[in-house]
């Protein structure tokens, strides 16, 4: 262990030298911190070259509360800390992907306040690095995030960001939720339990506030005797409708499934509307 130090310095070295951060004094770049900027809901910057890990990593992210931003290239991180200001940067390193070195120096040049979690093999020379770096510049390094990860391993690494209030409840009243057009459809693969095999999936409305992120529907969806509720459920209806024949259109038939209360149910005049 003691003679394997020297190896990990001489790589943060060789990388520091590549990075060509050995210019910047880290003492000019001391944390000023962002104090005053803390939301409720925390913003999470994704930089990965691959788009499909940066989808994923973002839907991870938004389940748990999340605002996500993406960073496909080095060169958006600028524009990016300075449009969003995140609280978390997620960082993926792996060979050929995002340009680590730049990264690290738009970090300390902007004085980048938040922190920053490296998704990656531990024990790979480059994470190591990218750690060791960090540490030096000030920046505020979580521990590396090892791959395959879990939702669950996820939560543990970002837990100190997620904030202890609750949303507010209502979060927002849903009749300006169905203006604002803040509404989606989530869709829940349903498995046959005889044979394993897909067998459709379930619609699951979801908001998603320009200022707190995705919101659970315990903060927005209304007791089935008010009147948003029917609005709320044409809504559900006629989008799952659309999905349906989109599709049709693209993979086939596929069996969808929504949930509806009861008082909409027993109400004919509703059912007739939605039926035409």
Not at 210 to 234: C, H, K, M, Q, T
């Amino acid at each position: 262990m003691i003679a394997a130090a020297p190896t990990m310095y001489d790589s943060a070295g060789v990388l520091s030298d590549m990075v060509g951060m050995n210019h910047i004094n880290r003492n000019d770049h001391a944390r000023a911190g962002w104090f005053g900027h803390r939301r409720l809901t925390p913003r999470a910057c994704i930089a990965d070259s691959k788009k499909h890990l940066r989808t994923f990593l973002a839907d991870a992210l938004e389940d748990l509360g999340f605002i996500t931003s993406e960073c496909g290239d080095a060169g958006e991180l600028d524009g990016v800390l300075d449009a969003e200001r995140p609280d978390l940067l997620v960082l993926g390193v792996s060979t050929g992907g995002i340009e680590i070195d730049k990264i690290l120096e738009t970090l300390v040049r902007k004085e980048f306040g938040g922190k920053v979690l490296v998704i990656g093999q531990p024990d790979s020379i480059i994470v190591k690095a990218v750690q060791q770096i960090g540490d030096e510049y000030g920046i505020a390094m979580l521990p590396t995030l090892p791959t395959p990860f879990s939702a669950s391993s996820l939560r543990i690494c970002v837990a100190q960001l997620l904030p202890l209030e609750a949303a507010p409840s209502p979060a927002v009243d849903v009749a300006e939720a169905l203006k604002t057009g803040w509404l989606e459809l989530w869709y829940q693969q349903k498995i046959n339990l005889r044979t394993l095999a897909p067998a459709g999936a379930e619609a699951l409305v979801r908001m998603r506030h320009p200022a707190w992120g995705v919101v659970p529907p315990a903060y927005f969806i209304p007791d089935d005797r008010d009147p948003n509720f029917y609005a709320l459920s044409e809504f559900v209806i006629g989008r799952v409708i659309e999905d349906w024949h989109y599709l049709l259109d693209q993979k086939g038939a596929v069996d969808l499934s929504i949930n509806l209360p009861a008082s909409f149910l027993r109400d004919g005049w509703a059912v007739r509307e939605a039926a035409s």
